[in-house]
T-cell receptor, first 110, second 110 residues
Framework: DTAVSQTPKYLVTQMGNDKSIKCEQNLGHDTMYWYKQDSKKFLKIMFS???????INETVPNRFSPKSPDKAHLNLHINSLELGDSAVYFC?????????FGQGTRLTVV | TQLLEQSPQFLSIQEGENLTVYCNSSSVFSSLQWYRQEPGEGPVLLVTVVTGGEVKKLKRLTFQFGDARKDSSLHITAAQPGDTGLYLC??????????FGTGTRLQVFP
């Protein structure tokens, strides 16, 4: 039973397209995150939500819009995709100090 | 924002060797975590250290928190191929924001 699940695992799309990545956690955690991991493996926080409310937006372009319909879901919609958006995107949830991560979505923009 | 520098960035060793990975910050950590990320997976929490000077052991892994709480180290004894992965230190900044270090990529050859 997967704790934090993301879909899709792989996403290949053309520049200018709009795409979404879905994330669900079944751990009952209040806090959820989106991270971007670049080709150098640096893991950078993008957004943090607590109980469906946006807590942190790390100066991410407006093309990225997270949406949390309930505290178990945090989806990421990306408009007008650019080549530089290619990366692995990780969803995570936490309660207290331990964060649980999904398997990641590898986004390739061509 | 806290910047967590890890060294070395890359490490390739033979099975059976010992190694140490370091995590340093210009500011004091409230607490520090170590995660391991295997290829194609999200990071998984290994340990949390809270008290300056604290030492924790997890089988062949020894984690140390500096007395001044500005640095930490991870020592692996008799490394095995299964230890291969990306090792990340991390800290909660302002309680809601989990930020990661620059990472150490470890490759252990049989």
């Amino acid at each position: 039973d997967t704790a934090v699940s993301q879909t899709p695992k792989y996403l290949v799309t053309q520049m200018g397209n709009d795409k979404s990545i879905k994330c669900e956690q079944n751990l009952g955690h209040d806090t959820m995150y989106w991270y971007k991991q670049d080709s150098k493996k640096f893991l950078k926080i993008m957004f943090s939500y607590n109980n469906k409310e946006l807590i942190i937006n790390e100066t991410v372009p407006n093309r990225f819009s997270p949406k949390s319909p309930d505290k178990a879901h945090l989806n990421l919609h990306i408009n007008s995709l650019e080549l530089g958006d290619s990366a692995v995107y990780f969803c995570a949830s936490s309660l207290g100090l331990e964060a649980f991560f999904g398997q990641g979505t590898r986004l390739t923009v061509v | 924002t806290q910047l967590l520098e890890q060294s070395p960035q890359f490490l390739s060793i033979q099975e059976g060797e010992n190694l140490t990975v370091y995590c340093n910050s210009s500011s004091v950590f409230s607490s520090l975590q170590w995660y391991r990320q295997e290829p194609g997976e999200g990071p998984v929490l290994l340990v949390t250290v809270v008290t300056g000077g604290e030492v924790k052991k997890l089988k062949r892994l020894t984690f140390q928190f500096g007395d001044a709480r500005k640095d930490s180290s991870l020592h692996i004894t008799a490394a095995q191929p299964g230890d291969t992965g990306l090792y990340l230190c991390a800290e909660y900044y302002n309680t809601d924001k989990l930020i990661f270090g620059t990472g150490t990529r470890l490759q252990v050859f049989p």
